[in-house]
């Protein structure tokens, strides 16, 4: 694993434009940097970050399995006691599951190590599966990388396959998310894309206008039936919205499913490490209150239960704080976990986002920054395998 500079394609912006990858610049700052590029080898792709990721995505699932016949476990992970019922009945019916992403630090050296599951509304999938991908193909076409250059990222094709597997043709399935969020709006309208390609009849909801029919189902704004419904809207809240009691007998099937809602929560950390004490992918981590946490003598990160983007997340050395930013996460419980900071190239922290489409890992993403929490600010760059 290396970090490599290269020169930006002087036209890149315009190419963007072109695809609809409009959020490359976040208040004048890039998102998107193509000034460099981290290097894979072959061995490394496969044995320290696809093996792991299909590894520990089955532990999670095992760990769902368990998490759905307990109510001492639907609390530990904050699931609504109203809401526990649908959560479980969403698994027992093996409602499938489209998509996520790990967060690992991996330094080309030692084993990756898990930070968390973005398991339910991961963002970064279009600069993922398109925007790298066209990266890699003009640099070879321009002869700054050798032909045989590669890079870990079937994510769009394997996307397409599983809106296939999961959702027959010709189905009408509608899409929402906050309409005036301009990522949020970008993000779905690419999976709307994807299921064009998969033969399915993509309608576009903004998730506040919602609403239920005399009957209790859910609508659109022209007093349609969703029937099936993509959101780029966290469980978390979805659980706790005020009409969370509808969703039992609207009968409309999420993407992403109930018990996703398991996953996509940081109380995750401490139950597979419980299971699961010493694995490689593994860092230490414990409830806050567990009293356990004193063997990580004072170097840990706190981590709300529930937050993006690294907000609320406060890491802690030598006992001595590096600060917190507040979002408004850091009213609920929160868990420990090792610190364990990213590995650093050239002044900059990186992090490998790993993605999970059905079981199987199909490529990855990284996002770099100069403070050691990624933020929404963080760059992604691109990579390739030699």
Known sequence: MERLN???????????????FTWHHDNGLPYWDESVAYAFSMAEVEDDIEAPTETLHAMCLDLVDEV?????????VDIPEPM??????????GEPSLYG?????????????MYEYNADTPTSIFETAVFQWLWLEEQIANGVLPAHADQFNSLHEKLVSRFKEIVPPLTPIHFASDAEFVEDR???????????????KPKFVAIDQIGIDGAGLFVDIEDRTITNLFKLYPWEDMLR????????????????????????????LPLLWERHPGHPNLLEAYFERNPSVTNLSGNYARKPFFSREGANVELVEHGISGGI??????????????????????????????????????GVGLREDTGKITRNTSRFVPHFIR
């Open 84 to 93: 526990r019922d649908y959560v479980a009945n969403s698994w027992h019916a």
């Open 68 to 76: 759905v016949e307990s109510e001492e476990l639907m609390e530990a």
């Open 186 to 200: 970008q993000t779905v309208l690419f999976l709307e894309d994807l299921a064009v390609q998969a033969d399915l």
């Open 101 to 113: 992403r790990f967060d690992f630090a991996y330094d080309g050296k030692s084993p990756a190590k």
């Open 6 to 20: 290269f020169a930006p394609r002087w036209d890149w912006q315009a190419k963007a434009k072109a695809v609809g």
């Open 325 to 362: 930013q507040d979002a408004g996460y850091g009213k609920g419980r929160h868990i420990i976990q090792a610190l364990h900071p990213a590995p650093r190239f050239s002044g900059q922290y990186v992090i490998v986002g790993s993605w999970v489409v059905g079981a199987e890992a199909v």
């Open 241 to 268: 919205d005020r009409w969370a009691q509808n969703l039992p007998a609207s009968g409309t099937k999420m993407l992403e499913p109930a018990w996703k809602s398991i996953l996509s929560n940081k109380a995750i």
